[in-house]
């Protein structure tokens, strides 16, 4: 009976050992799986686009303008698309964009945080006020609108977080998108669009 009973509960030191093998067990699958996600899982960079960016129109009016007014703000619309090509999402914080018109800041917005999930693509629109007061303001403005086209910079700033297999890697992402654009002052087209997109991991 004594055998018996013996034979079927193992002794402490033979379950610290069983116990003791599980962790170890635990720590080297853990490693296993670490290596295998910074090798076949490698984090890739997020890639944004910027599809389009429109003037959706004007408001406001001059203070003390009298009769007539004069628009003191324009809207522009900027749809950004970003993919993320990795098997895990990507968190990203609300996203800031600058415009500038001849390396002079002009205006900016703030576009809402957001998750782009696995090897998908989500687009927003960001609204961004510009300063027409302030354009008014460069002298070499008038003649640029004068000669039909008026040339501006945006620069788009998105910051992240991709996490792999549940957060056990985490990449800190930053997104940087600048453009130059020419806006058509006859109907208010976006033309010559070109952009340059950098990325820190």
């Known amino acids: 009976m004594d055998t018996d009973d013996a034979a079927k509960s193992p002794s402490p030191r033979l379950r610290v050992a069983l116990l003791a093998c599980g962790i170890a067990s635990a720590a080297v699958a853990a490693a296993v799986l670490l290596a295998v996600t910074l090798t076949v899982f490698r984090v890739r960079e997020p890639v944004m686009t910027m599809n389009a960016?429109?003037?959706?129109?004007?408001?406001?009016?001059?203070?003390?303008?009298?009769?007539?007014?004069s628009p003191l703000w324009m809207t522009v619309v900027a749809d950004v698309s970003v993919r993320n090509p990795n098997a895990a999402s990507l968190r990203y914080a609300g996203s800031k964009t600058a415009v500038y018109y001849r390396a002079a800041r002009v205006g900016g917005a703030?576009?809402?945080?957001?998750?782009?999930?696995?090897?998908?693509?989500?687009?927003?629109?960001?609204?961004?006020?510009?300063?027409?007061?302030a354009l008014l303001g460069d002298p070499g403005f008038l003649g640029d609108v004068a000669a039909g086209a008026v040339a501006v910079t945006t620069a788009t700033t998105v910051r992240g977080r991709v996490a792999v297999l549940g957060g056990v890697v985490r990449r800190r992402v930053v997104l940087e998108m600048n453009c130059t654009a020419t806006v058509a002052v006859a109907d208010m087209s976006i033309r010559n669009q070109s952009c340059l997109q950098r990325v820190w991991l």
């Open 53 to 69: 960016i429109s003037v959706k129109g004007f408001g406001g009016a001059a203070p003390g303008g009298g009769g007539g007014s």
């Open 110 to 133: 703030s576009g809402p945080p957001g998750t782009a999930r696995a090897r998908r693509t989500v687009r927003l629109n960001v609204t961004v006020s510009v300063a027409v007061g």
